[in-house]
């Protein structure tokens, strides 16, 4: 699958997730709206024949605009004289039971000639005795020109939201639908960069092998040629060719089998008392006579005091072998390295730094996996399998350390060792 096919796959899935999220909350808030206006039109109703009832036992006339709704969950009756409180609250209960408004709620009592609430209370439909009112006190004191009582749902938006018992479980199913579809576009990605990095190290194990057996070839089709028994040294050469050739294609299958199958709980360490400045210094004698015939340099700075750790001297030595190697392959044509030790929080740091072509963000999380190496199209000019950094990750984590990458394209890269000291 190309490129541009998987853009298009997950551009269309995300466009379809979007839409159908979009849809979603779009019917779960219009639901939640008409819940809730039938709500507020039934307490209104019941509210208002409470406030009818109370003036046929008054005798009073008739009030102008009898409920008001002045809050999402706080509902004001007027009536021209203050009311008794069971008889209100009798009411009250006979009312939004009628009405199937079995909610809790709290109601209070303004008198307008005291200026101060007569009473106030919370009812509980399953609790026949009334509670002490606590949140309509902060409200009922609105109109002070006028008697009337407030009427308070302090858990209306449960409610409304426990009516909405199918919309909530389309919400749940489509939550996990776009888990899935997520799940499922980040599968294709990881699938898309495994094939890309399969790819990669194909070619690059082509270009690898392909050079050893043409020469090889090459060698055999002279050793057939007639005269060859009667010149010895040509002979002895061609030999020594397809020799030296056979053991290079050798190693390198050996070094691909051998890494391919690493894994942390399967390394078997021998731990010793090591000193990495002296595995450095060794290092640094190999690498400067290749680095120097380049006009390259080297440059070593060893300022931790305490340079010992406890691990396998030879995978420790292979480790710093890896990053100097990388670290001259990706520096260009001049390579400049600098190697350094610090202790830092009671660890060893040891850090390999080149100014060559540098890893982009992108990439740089993935430079660790097996086989994984940073595309470079056709081109082969760097020769590997991309098996060395994580031959490095393995081996760090089996000595219970760590490493990682500081990096800047076009600017270079540190490469960094953090052991535990012995």
């Known amino acids: 699958m190309s490129r541009k096919t998987i853009f298009i796959v997950i551009l269309l899935a995300i466009v379809s997730l979007g839409l159908i999220v979009a849809g979603q909350v779009y019917w779960v808030r219009k639901a939640y709206s008409i819940q809730e206006q039938q709500f507020n039109d039934r307490v209104v109703m019941a509210l208002t024949r409470v406030v009818g009832e109370i003036l046929i036992m008054n005798k009073d ?9 002045k809050q999402a969950n706080f509902f004001v009756a007027n009536i021209n004289e203050t009311p008794e ?3 209100l609250e009798t009411l009250l209960r006979e009312e939004f039971e009628r009405s199937n408004l079995t909610e809790d709620f709290e109601y209070g009592i303004y008198d307008c000639f005291t200026d101060s609430i007569v009473f106030g209370g919370k009812v509980d439909f399953g609790n026949p ?7 309509i006190q902060e409200l009922i004191n609105l109109d002070p020109d006028g008697h009337y009582f407030g009427v308070l749902f302090p ?30 576009i980040l599968l294709l990605l990881r699938q898309k960069r495994l094939s890309e990095v399969k790819t990669d190290f194909i070619n690059n194990m082509t270009h690898e092998l392909k050079t050893p057996i043409s020469t090889i070839a090459l060698s055999t089709e002279a050793l057939s040629a007639p005269d060859i028994g009667q010149q010895p040294d040509r002979f002895n050469q061609y030999v020594h060719i397809i020799r030296n050739e056979n053991e290079r294609l050798r190693s390198q299958v050996e070094k691909v089998l051998q890494i391919a199958s690493l894994s942390p709980g399967r390394v078997k360490l021998k ?11 060794k ?21 931790a005091e305490n340079s010992a ?28 390295v600098t190697v350094r030790t610090s202790n830092q929080k009671g660890r060893l740091w040891v850090s390999i730094t080149d100014h060559g072509i540098g890893i982009s963000k992108a990439h740089q999380k993935m430079i660790f996996d097996k086989f994984y190496r940073v595309p470079t199209g056709n081109r082969h ?15 760090m984590r089996a000595h219970g350390g760590r490493v990682f990458v500081e990096s800047t394209p076009g600017k270079g890269s540190t490469f960094t060792l953090e052991f535990n000291t012995a």
Do not use: C
């Open 283 to 303: 290092a640094e004698g190999t690498f400067r006579v290749k680095i120097e015939e380049i006009d390259g340099a080297i440059t070593v700075a060893l300022e």
């Open 155 to 184: 858990n209306k938006t449960a409610l409304i939201l426990r009516q909405l018992d199918f919309w909530m479980y389309s919400s749940i199913i489509i939550f996990f639908i776009v888990l899935f579809f997520s799940y499922t």
């Open 61 to 69: 006339s008739a009030v102008t605009e009898p409920v008001l709704q």
């Open 271 to 281: 731990m010793e008392l090591v000193d990495l400045h002296t595995i450095i210094r």
């Open 309 to 336: 750790i406890l691990g396998d001297q030879l995978h420790v030595t292979n480790m710093v072998y890896n990053l100097l190697d990388n670290a001259v392959k990706y520096s260009g044509e001049h390579p400049n």
């Open 129 to 135: 005795v009334t509670g002490r009112a606590e949140k």
């Open 381 to 395: 000019d760097v020769k590997g399998f991309g098996l060395g950094l994580f031959y490095v990750k393995t081996m």
């Open 85 to 87: 409180p069971y008889l």
